[in-house]
């Protein structure tokens, strides 16, 4: 059998051990993906500008509109608010027909400030304090960040969990619509870093007569208080401030609990260690929730799980990336069982685990 050469076109003497690797010698490889990087930096800056300024939303209110319509109703000028605006037709952001500007549906639907799951005012925060990512040689050079988030975290994530309330509720919805806390009343509900509690909140949305212990941080959890009282929950929700790792647990006394994108900041035997807490705390048949951002096995295939990592890498002392195996690992490690893995929105998978009902742990 003949095998076909993977480059037909090329002289077949041509071989890689006579005179390297010859596709090199026919066509020098792009640069594209080396501008794509370095203008990455300026793409960032103009939708941080783009939401800063309100682009999205006089968009919005506006409908179609030229540059100078949209630079009067900003009050801002016309020639350099053009320039963003064409940056963001090639973000795909906007469409541009005849010089009239008119938002995309994915700009009305994530950027507008009342749009149906928005993250506008989470753009700013995502990637954490710009001075960690100036950091980052230095940081890789020494294994240890500068000023993590850690050491400051009220500021930080005080914000972060008023942004990310609204994608994390929704999730949270989808999740407990498709597992069935409608048809469960009385469900009793911890959540650890909880935020603005938007997974207890679900829960208590969703299941009659149910109740929640909410943790967080001393001075982040009161927003999540805020959010109870606002939602007219409060009165179904202990608030439990303090470190997850240390706060008084029952045993054996929860239906359900939420590690709501907390492991990915703990590193990998903290994270285990909250995991065995979690399911100590449940009652036999009782479920883990426990969402999170997750890279493939390889960390290859699945950018996004990888970027998020060094997200984490860059601003905390020992998060980083989390691989399916590795969360696995800690879940089945804890004794759960019935493990799987959901996606109630895209981008947001959940691992769902179950303690035996034995109520035996190994
Ligand atoms: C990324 S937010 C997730 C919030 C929420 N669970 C969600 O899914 O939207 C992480 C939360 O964990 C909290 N947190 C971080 N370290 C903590 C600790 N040691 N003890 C308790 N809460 C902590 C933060 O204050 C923050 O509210």
Same mark, same amino acid.
């Given at each position: 059998m003949t095998t076909d050469s993977p480059?037909?076109?090329? !002289? !077949?003497?041509?071989?890689m051990a006579r005179?390297?690797?010859?596709w090199r010698d026919r066509k020098p490889p792009p640069s594209a993906p080396v501008w794509a990087l370095i203008q990455g930096f300026g793409s960032y800056w103009t939708l941080v500008a783009a939401v800063e300024l309100g682009v999205f939303d006089s968009a919005e209110r506006l409908g179609p509109s030229t540059a100078v319509e949209l630079a009067g109703e900003l009050a801002v000028s016309a020639p350099h608010l053009r320039h963003v605006l064409d940056a963001l037709v090639s973000f795909g952001l906007f469409d541009q027909v005849d010089d009239c500007y008119e938002l995309t549906e994915t700009a009305e639907r994530?950027?507008?400030?009342?749009?149906?799951?928005?993250?506008a005012s989470l753009v700013r925060i995502a990637?954490?304090?710009l001075g960690n990512w100036e950091q980052l040689a230095q940081t890789v050079r020494t294994? !240890?960040?500068?000023?993590?988030?850690?050491?400051?975290?009220a500021p930080f994530y005080g914000p972060l969990v008023t942004a990310t309330f609204p994608t994390q509720h929704r999730a949270a919805t989808r999740l407990g619509i498709s597992v069935g806390w409608p048809r469960r009343p009385g469900l009793r509900v911890l959540d650890l870093?909880?935020?603005?509690a938007p997974w207890a909140i679900a829960v208590l949305e969703q299941s009659a007569g149910s109740t929640a212990v909410i943790n967080d941080l001393d001075g982040v959890i009161g927003f999540a208080a805020e959010t109870l009282m606002s939602q007219g929950l409060r009165d179904r929700a202990e608030l439990r401030p303090g470190d997850f790792h240390n706060i008084r647990l029952e045993s054996e006394h929860y239906d359900i609990v939420v590690l709501g994108h907390?492991?990915?900041?703990?590193g990998d035997e903290r994270a285990a260690g909250l995991v065995r807490r979690a399911a100590e705390a449940l009652v036999p048949g009782g479920q883990i929730v426990l969402a999170d951002y997750f890279a493939d096995n390889d960390r290859k295939h699945n950018a996004f799980g990888v970027h998020m990592g060094l997200t984490m890498l860059a601003n905390t002392e020992r998060g980083g990336v989390l691989t399916h195996r590795q969360v696995y690992g800690w879940l089945a490690g804890a004794g759960l069982e019935a493990i799987r893995l959901v996606e109630p929105i895209g981008f947001n998978q959940v691992y769902l685990a179950t303690k035996p009902l034995g109520g035996q742990l190994t």
């Open positions: 480059f037909p076109e090329l !002289k !077949k003497s041509h071989s005179t390297g690797r010859p994530y950027l507008c400030a009342d749009g149906a799951a928005t993250m990637p954490g304090p294994g !240890k960040v500068q000023t993590p988030i850690e050491h400051d975290p870093g909880a935020g603005r907390i492991c990915r900041t703990e």
